[in-house]
Structures are given as C-alpha cells and as structure tokens.
C-alpha cells in the first residue's frame, strides 16, 4: 500500500525533470551532478536527490562520485528521441490536471467531471482559453501518436482508399506517417482552427504536401466531404455515448454519399477486456472518468453497441504490439 501511496513521489519526480529538461543535458555516458545542474539552471544538492530516486527506479545508472547516465528508459523522456514521451509527462502535471485530479472524490461521488468542477468548463473549452496547458496538450498528443500510431500502422491496410480523413488529427503526425506508407493516398487533417493553425511548421507532411488538405471544423457539425475513409485516434473515447454517435453518425452521411459499399470507418482505441486482470486501457479509463465529461474506454461489445446505434457495423478489431487497436466498421 505505501508503493502505491508513494507513487506521487515518482509522478512528480518524473513530470518535474521532464518539464526541466534534465535528459536532454544527459546521455549513456555517466555525468556529474553538478555539471548537469549547472547546464540545466537547477539546484544541484535537489536534483542530486530526485536524480538518485529515479535511478533506483530504472531511468538513470548512478556510478561512484554522484554520477548519473541515461537508461534507455530514461531517454524516452529526451525532447530528441524518436518515441519522446516527455511532453506527455508535461501535460499530465499542468494545473488543469492537477486541479481535475484534486476533485476526483466528487467525480466518483456524483459523475461530474474534475474540469467543470475546477473551472466549471469542459477540458477543451479550458484549454482553448489558455493556449500554453492546450499547447503542451496538443504536443502531447503527438507523442500518444509516434508510438500507438507506428503500432497501429504496422497492422492496417489503406492501400484500398483514395482519401483518408483524420478527424480530430492535431498536429498530423499520424496522418503524415500514413501518407509516406501510401504513396497514392490523399489525406485530410480535420480539427479545429486554434489546433490546425499549428500543424503545417511541424513538417509532418514535408514528404506529401501535394497530397494532403487542412480543413478547419467541429466533428460535432460536419466532417470532411469526398472520402472513401475515416480515422480518428484516441477521440471516441473523450466522449459519451451519444456524442460518439453523432461524430459517427456524421461520417455515415459521408460515406453514404461517396462509397457505400467500400467506404470505412477507422478508430485507434484501448479496448477494456472484460476479464478482471490489469490493464492500460482500465488506467486510461479513470483519466477519462476525471477529465472528460463521459468519456470512457469502451469493451469489444460497447464499440460494437456505438457502431450500431450510428447506423454502422463492426466488422473488426485488429490488435497491435501497442495497447491500442485499430477499430474498423462500415455501413
């Protein structure tokens, strides 16, 4: 029990050298405390004794005279490497978290969730009204991205579709990594215009800039026209049952239109098993309990049950080596 109550002692210690960017001043090779203190701006003697915690939790090495290296763990957390997690770690200790989670026993006790009762606002609408938590939001669901997103890559087939939208896309950088494997593919990033406005000086699409359009929208009012296919990755899951239906139910009319009988629909999601061991998406689960207002992970059934009521059917769930699956239905 105390492992588990001392986990904020880790949480923090993580998000806190992330959001300092301590990796980024360190390498396999050992260093001195004292020089990456003095390169990172922090107080030695402090980030000697967080450095020593974590070291003992697998993301440094400490050698004799208060010298640290990286692990491969702990590169994951460098602003450089190919599958950074560090702007996640970043996000999950911004205020609008932190205030979410401190009301999370009035979110078990009345199902309200931890922003409207901290702010009395929807996340998005939070974060719309303070750019720099929805930057560091928006940054980290690009590093969701680079590592579920390649996983999800590895096991589907776009090779069968002219024009692929991904709505509520971000930055792209799923979008792009689908547009390099599929040469002949023309990509659609669909979001909104505060989150759009960012996506071009990313470089996502530096390798197939003549095949992709920026469009600006709700999901909740219209998606992209003229597609044979949609996509959306971590996005059913912030919202409750009838909001999730009428996104899909949007994308039926689309579909409906311009490839009934080829045309499909694409979810990136953790799917909850309905055994009782543990598990990533029941973890995902209680973020979506705090900091969404319905939002949940949803059983191999519940899809199925969402898919329905949008006038969909499932027609599979393809595991990946990442907890996300690639969801795929069609009218």
Request: glycine share 10%; with cysteine.
């Amino acid at each position: 029990m105390m492992q588990m109550l001392f986990g904020k002692m880790a949480f923090f210690s993580v998000a806190s050298i992330a959001r300092l960017g301590i990796p980024d001043h360190m390498s396999e090779s050992p260093r001195d405390v004292e020089d990456i203190a003095r390169d990172s701006a922090t107080h030695a003697p402090s980030l000697y004794r967080v450095l020593r915690l974590l070291a003992g939790m697998g993301l440094f090495t400490e050698s004799g005279a208060r010298h640290f290296a990286l692990t491969p763990l702990g590169a994951v957390l460098r602003t450089d490497h190919p599958r950074s997690m560090r702007d996640v770690a970043i996000m999950f200790s911004d205020p609008w978290q932190l205030a979410s989670y401190a009301h999370m026993p009035e979110s078990i006790r009345t199902g309200a969730d931890g922003p409207t009762l901290a702010f009395g606002e929807h996340a998005f609408d939070y974060l719309h009204k303070h750019p720099e938590q929805g930057a560091d939001f928006n940054r980290a669901m690009t590093n969701f991205s680079t590592g579920a997103g390649l996983a999800v890559l590895a096991v589907a087939d776009f090779s069968r579709f002219t024009r692929l939208a991904d709505c509520g896309g971000g930055h792209g950088m799923f979008l792009g990594k689908i547009l390099e494997k599929y040469p002949k593919l023309e990509g659609v990033l669909f979001d909104l215009p505060e989150v759009v406005s960012g996506a071009p000086e990313t470089g996502h699409f530096r390798h197939c800039e003549g095949r992709i359009t920026y469009e600006l929208g709700s999901f909740f009012e219209h998606v992209p026209g003229g597609c044979d296919a949609y996509i959306m990755k971590h996005i059913v899951h912030d919202w409750d049952d009838e909001s999730g239906r009428r996104i899909l139910g949007l994308m039926r009319e689309q579909l409906l239109k311009t490839a009934p009988e080829t045309g499909r629909v694409f979810l990136c999601e953790m799917v909850v098993p309905e055994t009782p061991e543990p598990g990533p998406a029941k973890m995902l689960d209680i973020e979506m309990l705090v900091c969404t207002r319905g939002g949940k992970e949803r059983t191999a059934a519940e899809f199925g049950e969402l898919f329905a009521a949008a006038g969909l059917r499932m027609v599979s769930i393809t595991p990946s080596h990442s907890p996300v699956c690639l969801i795929e239905a069609a009218i």
